[in-house]
């Protein structure tokens, strides 16, 4: 850090297990990676191309060098999981990512229906071959999944393999575990907490919102994800009490 302030909480290290910021790139050019990653890569643990933005990124290849260069963990959103498999390509799907030397993998089920001992399977297949992240909850505002069912699907994938499950909201933040207007599904979230370990769960929080909920909840090392690449430092500064919304998180009361 470039100054010697008292008080701060401590924040894993990379290469964190915990404590993860999970960055969604949309599209950023070569240019703009190099740049995001000059300024961030301390506070970034791994980047998601979102959805299916990988299929259309020029420079791809170039790109993924780039965020190689500083050691970062990258992989494809789950949405182009789903359209490989969808189109019963799944082996292809792997081979791309053989062929992009991408080892981290999503599988997710947001956009279509599987069967999840189906689902587990693929997560047992992928697991093999690299770190495979899962993703519960669907994209579908309608489709409503009681807290025991979130419960029972995370511990599933888990066992399965997966390193990591994603809890789902979308790049909007308005599905999942949150209504549609953004608010955190409280109830949700805590009985979900009673049954899988906290460490193992990525909150998609891309509203400040719902980034501070989050901190407040478990503290300034949960896992969060869908971070906006301009957003990376401002969270960093939130997660450790230096942004107003958490600036009395962490302060000595006695000497406030």
Known sequence: MNFNLSQ?????????????????DKG???EDAKNFMSAT??????????FGTSYVTPNLKEKLEVYRSYNMPIYFGGT????FLIRNQFEDYINVCKEYNVSYMEVSDGSIEIPHAEKCGYIEKL??????LSEVG???????IPPYKWIELMRAELEAG???VIAEAREAGNVGIYRGTGEVREGLVQEILTQIPEEKIIWEAPQKAQQLYFLELIGCNVNLGNIAPNEVIPLEAMRIGLRGDTFHLYLNKETV
């Open 8 to 24: 701060i909480p401590e924040r894993t290290q990379q290469p964190r297990s915990h404590g993860i910021t999970m960055v969604m």
């Open 28 to 30: 950023l050019s070569v």
């Open 41 to 50: 890569h301390p506070h970034v643990d791994v980047v998601k191309l979102g």
């Open 80 to 83: 182009l999981f789903e359209a």
């Open 127 to 132: 697991a093999k071959i690299g770190v495979v």
């Open 138 to 144: 669907s994209k579908d505002a309608a489709h409503i």
């Open 162 to 164: 997966s390193t990591y």
